[in-house]
């Protein structure tokens, strides 16, 4: 009798303990700020990048379903999308996780940081193309398995950061589509946060069309590992270059389009200097990736405004 009473109580100790630890690990998890600018010593530092997406008709991925250029000779592969990136002087390449293979294993990513540590530039991050508005369900799970197996992708590669989508309104609310994105969120970035890998919500339509929709969503997160990727060509607004500056205190990557559109107007290039401007004033520290989307080949287009990138860097 004496032993099963003392089992009893072992039992319900340990039970207790359980319960006290789960406590303690939501008590905890309440204690994480949500996300609010970030406070950076030190001066600005803004590091040149490259996104693969400025390539997009021209990677040799074997995706049927994507337009490529007639060209053969200018299609190519990510690891010549590096050497791209060095020998135009970026300090950072940005992987489109979309010109992958399919399911690349892990021998395949170990080879892409291998090349780019050879050519001296650092893979600056990845983006991937996922919806975080969609009810619960089969559906949703999979768009947070295919984020949360980036971020495994991600770590293997040495990329730091991961550009992540909020998601669209249809057949919901702006109020459910906002709550299921934080939720998605926060649930992805809490796994982020065990590999060391930052994920950036992009400015990019729908729930997070305008700089006030997107700082309230992401303020609403309770993690150290979200911000903003900041997509300077996204904001179709009265007041482009406004949104921009009020989002740069909360950027984790900044991805520099060539041209802005203004709400009601028609397409202009980009005052490069006065977003560096911008950025400087937000003592934002981090790369810069030019996501070259106008109708000049990137061939021709895309050296110059890199350099012109890098001018205004060091201006």
């Given at each position: 009798?004496?032993?099963?009473?003392?089992?009893?109580?072992?039992?319900?100790?340990?039970?207790?303990?359980?319960?006290?630890?789960?406590?303690?690990?939501?008590?905890?998890?309440?204690?994480?700020?949500?996300?609010?600018?970030?406070?950076r010593?030190?001066?600005?530092?803004?590091?040149?990048?490259?996104?693969?997406y400025?390539?997009?008709?021209?990677?040799?991925?074997?995706?049927?379903?994507?337009?490529?250029?007639?060209d053969?000779?200018?299609?190519?592969?990510?690891?010549?999308?590096?050497?791209f990136c060095?020998d135009?002087?970026?300090?950072?390449?940005?992987?489109?996780?979309?010109?992958?293979?399919?399911?690349?294993?892990?021998d395949?990513?170990?080879?892409?940081?291998?090349?780019?540590?050879?050519?001296?530039?650092?893979?600056?991050?990845?983006a991937?193309?996922?919806?975080?508005t969609?009810?619960?369900?089969?559906?949703?799970?999979?768009?947070?398995?295919?984020?949360?197996?980036?971020?495994?992708?991600?770590?293997?590669?040495?990329?730091?950061?991961?550009?992540?989508?909020?998601?669209?309104?249809?057949?919901?609310?702006?109020?459910?589509a906002?709550?299921?994105?934080?939720?998605g969120?926060?649930?992805?970035?809490?796994?982020?946060?065990t590999?060391?890998?930052?994920?950036?919500?992009?400015?990019?339509?729908?729930?997070v069309?305008?700089?006030d929709?997107?700082?309230?969503?992401?303020?609403?997160?309770?993690?150290?590992?979200?911000g903003?990727?900041?997509?300077?060509?996204n904001?179709?607004?009265?007041?482009?270059y406004?949104?921009?500056?009020?989002?740069?205190?909360?950027?984790?990557?900044?991805?520099?389009?060539?041209?802005?559109?203004?709400?009601?107007?028609?397409?202009?290039?980009?005052?490069?200097?006065?977003?560096?401007?911008?950025?400087?004033?937000?003592?934002?520290?981090?790369?810069?990736?030019?996501?070259?989307?106008?109708?000049?080949?990137?061939?021709?287009?895309?050296?110059?405004?890199?350099?012109?990138?890098?001018?205004?860097?060091?201006?």
């Amino acid at each position: 009798m004496q032993n099963k009473l003392h089992r009893r109580a072992f039992l319900t100790r340990g039970t207790q303990t359980c319960l006290l630890l789960s406590g303690i690990a939501a008590a905890t998890k309440s204690f994480i700020s949500a996300v609010e600018p970030f406070q950076r010593a030190g001066n600005p530092r803004l590091l040149l990048s490259l996104a693969a997406y400025s390539f997009r008709d021209s990677f040799n991925d074997g995706n049927p379903s994507r337009t490529q250029t007639s060209d053969k000779e200018r299609r190519i592969d990510l690891f010549q999308f590096i050497d791209f990136c060095a020998d135009n002087g970026c300090e950072g390449t940005e992987l489109t996780s979309y010109y992958f293979p399919p399911d690349p294993t892990a021998d395949f990513l170990l080879k892409l940081k291998r090349h780019a540590f050879l050519r001296g530039i650092a893979i600056s991050g990845t983006a991937v193309g996922n919806n975080f508005t969609l009810s619960p369900g089969q559906k949703r799970d999979e768009q947070i398995t295919m984020v949360k197996t980036w971020i495994d992708r991600a770590q293997i590669l040495g990329a730091p950061h991961i550009r992540v989508f909020a998601g669209s309104e249809a057949g919901i609310s702006t109020s459910d589509a906002k709550r299921l994105c934080i939720a998605g969120l926060e649930e992805c970035a809490d796994y982020a946060a065990t590999k060391g890998i930052i994920l950036g919500l992009e400015n990019h339509g729908g729930i997070v069309a305008e700089a006030d929709a997107i700082i309230e969503i992401v303020r609403s997160v309770r993690s150290n590992w979200l911000g903003i990727n900041l997509d300077t060509g996204n904001f179709r607004t009265n007041d482009p270059y406004g949104d921009i500056a009020k989002c740069a205190p909360f950027a984790v990557n900044v991805q520099l389009k060539s041209e802005i559109t203004p709400k009601g107007g028609s397409k202009t290039q980009a005052d490069i200097p006065r977003l560096v401007r911008i950025l400087r004033a937000a003592n934002y520290q981090g790369y810069v990736a030019l996501e070259y989307e106008a109708s000049e080949t990137p061939w021709t287009a895309v050296p110059p405004l890199l350099a012109q990138m890098k001018r205004a860097f060091t201006a």
